[in-house]
């Protein structure tokens, strides 16, 4: 009895160690990178002063390229946009994922006056499947802000084992009380995990892990990535508390999250970059006409990505 016990609870570590190994399922990275998306080119949803361009028309004007093995995805910054808003691209992995582990290895984000970029997963039929946004901001916001967007019925606790500030706690995009559409935010309370401060960084990796029992982000700047990132058997238990912390269960059921494609896009002013433009610090008083006539206000606004990586 005692060692048949002995030898099920071995058993059953055996089990749990090996069912927390990650496998790599996907790894996207140089000229292999853009061929696993499609191009939005549709008016963006949400209301941004750009024109979406599809896959040739990105690499013909060299929006889209690889350069030093790096993908290249960018705005136009050469030309002042017609009225129909400045050239950017938007894409959308055509496999979808339900839970894992995605590591974003990015050198490069884009930032600047009238910018909204983000690195973002989203299910079918929308709000139902929710979003995860692991990378988003506006203009010369200092952090990264993480957020989830649900169906009703979706509520963070108070109270987080998490290194970065709660901004609001229900993830529906309906909630009472919250902006339209701003679901359950997370604040980065790291410096290096936004725009010119993560590009001066040299960049680093945005981890997701999704899993059963919640959707956790950390942020690692590029000096202090983790060795069993870099050697590619990612050990989630060594990292430490993560910048946000998405606990999933009874409060937040996890089938409100499934089916996700993973996508990165660049849009300008429109719902939130545009609506704050009067206190973001940026010239003028309108976001659309700075975007419209200062091509050159964009040369940061690019994209340079080492690698996306789904384990599971
Ligand atoms: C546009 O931006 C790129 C960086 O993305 C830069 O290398 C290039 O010089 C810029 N073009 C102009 C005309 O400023």
């Known amino acids: 009895m005692r060692s048949l016990l002995f030898t099920a609870s071995l058993l059953a570590t055996t089990l749990s160690s090996v069912q927390a190994a990650y496998s790599l399922k996907d790894s996207w990275s140089g000229s292999n990178f853009l061929s696993n998306f499609d191009f939005f080119t549709a008016s963006d949803p949400t209301h941004g002063f750009v024109q979406y361009v599809d896959a040739s028309t990105a690499s013909s004007l060299g929006l889209t390229k690889v350069q030093n093995g790096a993908v290249i995805i960018k705005a136009d910054n050469t030309t002042v ?8 691209v938007r894409i959308t992995s055509k496999k979808a994922y339900t839970k894992g582990l995605f590591i974003f290895d990015v050198n490069h984000v884009p930032f600047g006056c009238g910018t909204w970029p983000a690195m973002w997963t989203v299910g079918p039929d929308w709000p ?14 200092s952090t990264d802000s993480m957020t989830l967007h649900t169906k009703q019925g979706c509520t963070m606790p108070s109270s987080r084992n998490q290194k970065g500030t709660t901004v609001t706690s229900n993830c529906w995009v309906n909630a009472p009380g919250q902006s339209s559409n701003q679901g359950c935010g997370v604040t980065n309370n790291q410096a290096t995990s936004y725009g010119d401060n993560l590009n001066n960084a040299g960049g680093g990796v945005y981890v997701t892990q999704w899993g059963a029992d919640g959707i956790y982000i950390w942020w690692f700047q590029r000096s202090a990535i983790p060795a069993n990132i870099k050697s590619g058997a990612p050990d989630t238990s060594t990292w430490g508390k993560p910048d946000a912390a998405f606990p999933l269960g009874s409060s937040c059921p996890n089938d409100f999250f499934a089916n996700h494609n993973i996508v990165v896009d660049l849009t300008f002013c429109g719902d939130w970059a545009g609506s704050v433009w009067g206190s973001s610090g940026c010239p003028g008083s309108s976001c659309n006409s700075y975007v419209q006539n200062n091509p050159s206000a964009f040369n940061d606004a690019y994209w340079s990505i080492n690698s996306f990586k789904v384990y599971q």
Not at 81 to 88: E, F, I, Q, T, V
Not at 128 to 141: L, P, W
């Open 81 to 88: 946009s017609s009225s129909a808003g400045r050239k950017s």
């Open 128 to 141: 139902n499947n929710g979003e995860i946004d692991i990378f988003e901001g506006v203009n010369k916001q």
